[in-house]
Structure formats: C-alpha cells, structure tokens
C-alpha cells in the first residue's frame, strides 16, 4: 500500500516528474567558471515572476477606459492615481510593476551582451540565441503597450510616434496603422486592445518562449566564460561517471549563488522603489503625471530609456521609411549573429584584438545611441557649445557616426571571421578554474 | 574580469548622471522637504486659503491629509475645507469649469501631480516669479511661464515685484533681466521664500503621498535585504567549498 502523496505515488502517477525536475536542477551540470555576466538570466526569470505578480494584482485595480471622469482627465489615469492613494499597498506593487519594467530592460541587455562577449550563440546554441531574440522582440512589445496603459500624456503622444512607424510599409502601411489603433486616431479603442495584449496575449508568448529558451539551452548545455564546451572535456566527477568533470549541478551550487544575486539586486531594486521610484524622470516620464490630451503636445516626445537607442537610429535619419527600415535592420539583423560570426573562438578572452576593439565601440556606439534618443545629447551639446549651436547638424553628425559603429560592427565581424583575418589566441582544453 | 565589466558600466553610469545634471535650467533650489510635517501642514494652510479657490485636488482627500500631517478631522473640517467638502471627499474647487474657461481663458489646471509633472523646483520658482505688467488681462506675468493666465495671488503676501527690462538692441524687444521688489507685501523676502517653499513641499507631498510611508520603511527594508544577502553569501560560501 502506498501513501497517498507519497514519493512513490507521485512516481507511480506522473513518471515523467522527478526526472524532468533531475534535468533541468540537480543533474543539469552547469560550468563550474560562470561570472559576474552569468547572473543576469536568471535574474530575468525573476523579473517575469515578479511582473505578472503585480501585474495581477494591478489589473484588478486599474480601468482601461479613456472615458472622461473629471474635466481633461479619463478613468485609466484616474484609477492609476486610485491604486496609488486609496488601494492599501497600491504604491507598493505599482512601483514594483514599474521599476520592475525598467531593470527587466538592464538585465536583458547585460544578458545579450554577456553572448556576444563569450559567443554564447554560436553552434550548437544558434535556437538559444533566436528563442532568446524573440523573448526580446516580445517584451518590447509587452512594455510598449504597457507604458501605454497610464493613459498620460506621453503615453499618449509615445503611442501616437511609435504606430505611426507603421504608416511607413509601402502600399498597407495607412490600413495598417487605422487596424492597430481600432480608430482613426489613439483613442479609447487603441487603449483596450493594448490593456488585452499585455495582460493576456504577449505575457503567454512570453511564457511560452522562455520555457522554449531554456528547455533548448538545457539541451545543449551553458557556455562559460572561457567559451570552452564541458560537454566535450573529460567525464566524470564527483556526482555522476558520466557528468562533465568542470561541470556542477545546477542545484544547489547556482540556486545558492543565484540568491546571492537576487539578494544585491533586490537591495538596489527596493533602493529605487523606496527612495526614487521615479529615477529623475528615467524610469517614470514626468510628462506622463499629465493626463493624455491630444491638443497638447509634450515639448519632445521620446519613448522611455530603454527604447532610445533604437529610437535615435529612426529619429537621426530624416527620411521616415529610410528610418523605420533601419530600426528594424537595427533590430533584425541580431538575428543573424550566429552566421555573421563564422570565428570558431567562442570567449572574448581568446579572440582577437580587433575584435575587443569592435565590441567595445558597439557597446559605446549603443549607449550613446541611447543618449541620443534619450534626448541627453542634445542637452550636453547645448551645454558645452552654447546656445547658439545648431544643434539639428550636430545631432545627426554624431548620430550617423553612432549608427555607421552599430551597423559596422555586424559588417566588421563577418569580414574578419568569413576571411580568416582573425588572430586568435590558443584556447584552453578545459576551463581555466579546473582543479 | 568583474572589474574589467563594472568599471566601464560605472563610468557610463557617471556620465548619464553627470550630462542629466548638466540640463539644470535657471530654476531656484525649492529646498522642499517632504518629512518635515510643519512645513506641510503651512503649507496645507496657505494652499486651502489661497489656491484652492481656483485649484482642485481632485486625488487627494481630507481624510488622507488629517491622516497623514497628524491632524484631527475637526482641525481639518474647521481649519482647512473650504470647498464644502465632507471629510472623505476629495479636494474639488468650488469653481466651475465651464465659468473658468470664460473667465479666465482656460480652467485652471488640478495641481494633484504638479510637482510629478514640473519638479519642485519649477514649482517654487513659478510662485516667486510673477511681476506686475499691465499688458496682459490679469495685470501679471511670470518669467517662467510667459503670459500665465493666472494672477499673482499671493501679492498680498509677496508684495509687488516689477521687471528689470534690459536695454536691447536696435530691432530688439528688451527682455526681463530680472524683478525687483517695488512695493513690499505683508512677508519680508525671506518669509515669502519659506512660505512659498511650504506650499511646494505639500503639493510635493500631494503629487506622491506614497513618500511618507516609503521614506520612513526603506532603511528596514534595506536592513532586512542586506541580512538576507549575507545570510545566502554564507551559504553559499558553505555549499561551494567542494568546488575548486
């Protein structure tokens, strides 16, 4: 007789459990040499819990309705300020929800960018790497819609921007741009349909391709910093004969090395949400404390932060389709990582110099990117060159320099590795921390 | 190699912050402070008298401020509402918007996020900077929002500032260099400056009432945070000793 509930039952019911839980925790043996870059993945997946959390909690207080309730003001924003003064607790989730939306941006980036510093998408991890783009390409939707649902005035207006980037498709683009807005203009109709998106729709994608992201990164294992492959150095260690020997559980040695991280990021996130939940402006737009109103537009519309270095490519170039097909250029051609780098080195650490060089410039080229479309640029020039500057030339001048380095560095890495003009460094047997 | 990963990333970080402080425009320091609850409470006082005739706050209640500056209902029911309000309602201006409009050319606005949406700063310097100038309808202007619509209401308080008006150059119209007190009001300088920085720090307050209980949780919460992280850094440091 078997206990109910018991080891054994479960066993008996669900077979499949215990070993998908020993594939993916306890047997999955991760390099034993991650670093300070490889905490960020997992701070991600926290990130996604603790946005649809509040997320549901938000949605039970918030009215997407862009009906007037008091002069100049509709029930989206009125109820935004109902969950900030009268829910107990309100402020709490809702700066969770938003500071939440922002460091999901900074975790994501240090993530992609810890890739291209180790090659984490190269062969076999090319699906990792095009799941991956798709969770991005995805939450870039998921927080557009969702600065959107405060209903302020830059929610408003950064709506108004960002559809009209449609209106640019040959032949469509205007029947496209009237069947995304469910109107002629932003309205009521836009608002309900993104409040659908983002709290059904894109969340479920979303879900869906994380799973997908780690079910294939399991498959193929982790990379590490020295971008050498456990997989293939000597076997056996310390849990299994047939394990990696540079390769560890994943529970508990990262679950516990992990919590070390979420420890420190949740002290700088609650040092945010307690103390500055606004970020100056950054990570909450002070235009958006108006309520939306079409006859008055913001001084400058920009997106929030984590959009400006794509907003500057679309912004720097004058002619409207040339700029949308660059920012999708900008964004597609991530895609193509995997075979626009044909070196077989895998770590920045073995490559070559030139390559350093370039990855440095795009990391560069990519902040500033964003300064400029942060509309900082702007301001520092005016600082420094006075008043009278005109600042339209020099704003193009260091914003085509910016995006010549973004695109060049695509350019750059497929010359330097399809003709062999790389000089790399012996790569090591094992990882460099092996006993 | 995490040096060679922070060092840059803080260096950007400096340079974001430093070229954000480089926007700083020719705003006065409003020196607000939210945690001081008599400042607040003046400044409750000067807003329920002066500005709430035209202004509402339509997202903040009286209960909420008898709540939060330590206030009785009746105090607040006596002292402060003077919009016929009953204690739980919200603070809504007893002047109509329809009338406003014709009045005055354009309703004046709820000043609920005021400061969220100008900053303190922009607040405090818009109150000291109306000047007289009988060219516009309400005989007022203000250096920082050109033409406003509204008067200076506080003269009484302030006194009357008149324009410094540079001399321009041929073909030029001369422009405001400066305001200079001309008649005195019923506050030296110095008591309108304090005066007009209580009403900032309570629409501070009134635009992110949150402020007040966040302020006063963060270091607990940072504490609590502080000790989990060490808690798992020994932990970990226990479970990784195997790991060479």
């Known amino acids: ?435 | 190699m995490t040096k060679r990963i922070v060092v840059p990333f803080v260096l950007a970080l400096g340079l974001l912050f430093g070229a954000a402080g480089a926007q700083a425009q020719t705003l006065m320091d409003s020196g607000a402070n939210v945690r001081d609850q008599a400042s607040l409470q003046r400044g409750a006082k000067l807003f329920m008298n002066y500005c709430s005739g035209c202004h509402s706050l339509h997202f903040m209640r009286y209960s909420r401020i008898a709540h939060d500056l330590g206030l009785s209902q009746k105090d607040v029911m006596q002292h402060l509402d003077f919009t016929g309000g009953k204690f739980h309602d919200n603070i809504v201006s007893a002047m109509p918007v329809d009338g406003a409009r014709q009045w005055l050319g354009k309703a004046p606005p709820d000043l609920s996020l005021v400061v969220d949406e100008m900053g303190a700063d922009w607040v405090y310097t818009y109150l000291n900077s109306f000047y007289f100038d009988p060219s516009t309808t309400v005989g007022w202007n203000n250096t920082i929002l050109k033409n406003a619509a509204m008067p200076n209401v506080l003269w009484e308080l302030q006194g009357i500032q008149v324009a410094k008006m540079s001399t321009p150059k041929p073909g030029d119209k001369p422009v405001v260099e400066g305001l200079e007190l001309k008649r005195p009001g019923r506050m030296t300088p110095a008591q309108f400056h304090a005066a007009t920085r209580d009403l900032t720090a309570f629409l501070e307050y009134v635009s992110d009432p949150s402020a007040l209980p966040r302020h006063s949780m963060a270091p607990w919460v940072l504490l609590y945070l502080a000790g989990f992280t060490f808690l798992a850094l020994l932990l970990k440091h226990e479970y990784w000793k195997d790991v060479h």
């Not at chain 1, 993916?24 to 034993?32: I, N, S, V």
């Not at chain 1, 990391?363 to 060159?385: E, Q």
């Open chain 1, 1 to 435: 007789m078997i206990k109910v509930f018991s080891k054994e039952w479960f066993v008996e019911r669900a077979p499949g459990l215990l070993p998908a839980y020993r594939k993916h925790m306890t047997e999955y043996y991760a390099p034993k040499n991650f670093n300070f870059m490889y905490y960020f993945g997992s701070l991600a997946l926290l990130i996604l819990v603790n946005q649809i959390v509040t997320g549901i909690f938000l949605a039970m207080f918030y009215t997407p309705s862009a009906r007037q309730v008091f002069p100049g003001v509709s029930e989206a924003f009125a109820s935004v300020q109902y969950i900030m003064r009268d829910v107990d607790w309100g402020w709490l989730i809702r700066f969770m929800h938003t500071t939440g939306a922002s460091m999901f941006f900074i975790v994501i980036y240090f993530h992609m960018f810890r890739s291209l510093m180790y090659g984490s998408y190269k062969k076999p991890r090319e699906l990792v790497w095009l799941l991956g783009m798709l969770v991005f390409l995805i939450l870039m939707a998921e927080a557009f819609m969702g600065y959107v649902l405060p209903w302020g005035n830059m929610s408003y207006w950064g709506a108004k921007v960002i559809i009209s980037i449609f209106s640019a498709i040959p032949w469509i683009g205007d029947t496209l741009v009237t069947w995304i807005m469910g109107n002629f203009i932003v309205g009521g109709p836009t608002l309900n349909r993104f409040f659908s998106l983002h709290v059904i729709a894109l969340p479920l994608v979303l879900l869906l391709l994380v799973v997908l992201h780690l079910a294939a990164l399991h498959e193929v294992g982790s990379n590490n910093p020295d971008g050498v492959d456990v997989k293939h150095g000597p076997k056996g260690n310390r849990w299994s004969p047939d394990a990696p020997k540079d390769g560890i559980p994943f529970h508990p040695y990262y679950t516990l090395k992990d919590m070390v991280g979420v420890g420190v990021f949740l002290l700088i996130c609650a040092f945010i949400i307690f103390m500055a939940p606004k970020v100056g402006g950054w990570f909450i737009e002070h235009e958006n404390f108006a309520p939306a109103n079409s006859l008055v537009t913001p001084p400058d519309i920009k997106p929030v932060w984590y959009f400006s270095p794509f907003y500057a490519i679309l912004r720097t170039i004058p002619d409207k389709g040339l700029g949308a097909l660059a920012l999708l250029c900008s964004i597609a051609v991530l895609f193509f990582m995997p075979w626009l780098d044909r070196g077989k080195v895998k770590s920045i650490r073995y490559r070559g110099t030139s390559y350093k060089v370039a990855l440095t410039l795009f990391a560069i080229a990519f902040v500033c990117l964003g300064l400029i479309g942060a509309d900082v640029a702007s301001k520092v020039i005016l600082h420094v060159l006075g008043p009278n500057t005109d600042i339209t030339w020099w704003l193009h001048l260091i914003g085509y320099i910016f995006i010549a380095i973004y695109f060049g560095y695509f350019v750059f890495l497929w010359v330097y590795t399809f003709f062999g003009l790389e000089r790399t460094k012996p790569v090591p047997e094992r990882v460099t921390t092996h006993d």
